[in-house]
């Protein structure tokens, strides 16, 4: 008895040293690398967060809204940034809604990798045109699909039609669903599938259709838990599919991660709780393209999503910090049985897959030392999964040291330009390399 109570004592003092520990991590140098980026402009504010096993061990949120002018939906004011701020995440969509919903379908065995996306149990023969009869959900995931980049004309420009596209200021409306779902099946390829990684949007625009048909035909979704703006918006087929891809990860993402405040189309009343994105002028937009003359705060900046309505499976989610952590704590330490999302399920999304090609994993994108030209993750462990967003969203995962890292920031106000994306490629490298010396008990 008195063995055991030793050894049991023993434990818990282990434990909660190990717990002191990171209490008490100084992470100052972290805190100077954050607040030395806004010195120099890298973006105006950003939300940071650093985690493990027993929760957060880092959140603090640097700087303003903006540069100093009033936000838009904050007359008069330029908020300071905060742990409630919500961002408009980009590219993180990709791996955080539609990765992990694809992750929910393949472990209750509704997707299969390897299956073409043109058969009959997903888009169908009329997905196959244009030599797409060979992609697979794996090279769409893995986007070696052979798929450019972005539709050309994009869905926002004049060239491709959409109703409001012709609009001075063009709303965020449903009125182009079934015209993209369209220009989708006739999409051409830029590459034979399987021959060549090149990132492109149109995968994970394809998975949208992919993942909300699966929840439709399984009935996981029914019709009373769809968003009316989007099920009511035109006529009936397939392309309504993006409003049961929306209520799927509503509620087998969002809801079953504890993710309380994030959202696709957040409502007006929350916009004044969103961080500004870029000046859509021809003095902010990418390229210098402008499509909606303002500044874009609480509606999606990426111009495809904004034109499909705000949903899509490439674009569109918003977010905070805090939420983001809790997903990816979930899937960092996913339990072996689950009926949501296994550890073998993580492993299988999130390990490089073909280094010889590129560093990806299933959705996800890693910091392979050999195969990543980009190691946003810095000097964090190469087996890490990660993935960035255009707005200026980061999130990390090493399985090595088992820590997670968060850093959102809206670097691209008020200019998405090429400036500003270098500098936000070496402010990643450095919050995260001042992470690791923290951790690692090098700072």
């Known amino acids: 008895f008195f063995l055991m109570t030793r050894v049991v004592f023993a434990i818990v003092f282990l434990v909660l040293a190990g717990v002191g520990r990171l209490e008490a991590l100084d992470w100052t140098s972290v805190d100077n690398v954050l607040l030395k980026e806004i010195q120099n402009r890298s973006f105006p504010g950003c939300v940071a967060v650093v985690g493990g096993i027993n929760g957060t061990m880092y959140a603090k949120p640097f700087g303003s809204f903006t540069y100093g002018l009033p936000a838009p939906a904050s007359p008069g004011v330029n908020p300071a940034m905060s742990l409630n701020t919500l961002f408009d995440i980009a590219s ?12 929910v379908l393949y472990q209750l065995d509704l997707l299969e990798l390897d299956l073409p996306v043109s058969d009959d149990s997903l888009l169908g023969s009329a997905f196959a045109t244009a030599g797409k009869g060979a992609i697979t959900i794996r090279n769409l995931l893995l986007h070696n699909s052979g798929f450019p980049p972005d539709p050309d004309p994009g869905y926002w420009q004049r060239a491709f039609a959409c109703p409001a596209s012709f609009e001075t200021s063009p709303p965020e409306v449903f009125t182009c669903q079934q015209q993209v779902f369209l220009g989708l099946l006739s999409q051409t390829l830029a590459n034979t599938p399987g021959a060549t990684y090149v990132y492109s949007d149109l995968n994970f625009i394809t998975l949208m259709y992919v993942i909300g048909k699966l929840a439709r035909v ?9 968003l009316p703006a989007c099920f009511m918006s035109g006529s009936p ?13 509503r509620i087998y993402v969002i809801q079953r991660a504890r993710m309380i405040s994030s959202t696709f189309l957040p409502p007006p009343i929350a916009w004044s709780r969103c961080a500004p994105t870029w000046n859509d002028t021809a003095t902010g937009a990418p390229a210098g393209l402008p499509y909606r003359f303002k500044v874009m705060q609480g509606q999606v900046s990426d111009q495809n999503a904004y034109a499909l309505g705000g949903i899509s499976g490439h674009a569109g989610l ?20 689950s009926d949501w999302i296994t550890a073998d399920t993580v492993k299988t999304f999130t390990t490089v897959y073909n280094v010889t090609q590129s ?8 910091n392979n030392y050999n195969a990543s030209s980009y190691l946003g993750c810095g000097t964090l462990s190469s087996a890490s999964w990660t993935h960035n967003g255009y707005t200026g969203t980061e999130v990390c995962v090493d399985p090595d040291r088992k820590i997670i890292t968060v850093l959102l920031t809206n670097r691209v106000y008020p200019n998405a330009n090429t400036a500003s994306m270098i500098a936000i490629h070496h402010a990643r490298q450095r919050f995260n390399n001042a992470v690791k010396a923290v951790v690692d008990g090098q700072a």
């Open 218 to 226: 399984n009935s996981l979704i029914q019709t009373g838990q769809l």
């Open 237 to 249: 087929g397939p392309w309504r599919d993006q409003c049961y891809y929306e209520a799927f990860v």
């Open 359 to 366: 560093s990806r994993a299933l959705g996800w994108d890693t």
């Open 318 to 337: 918003f977010s905070t910090g805090s939420d983001l952590f809790n997903l990816l704590h979930a899937l960092l330490f996913a339990p072996n049985s």
């Open 92 to 103: 993180l969509t990709k791996v955080i809604a539609t990765t992990t919903a694809a992750m």
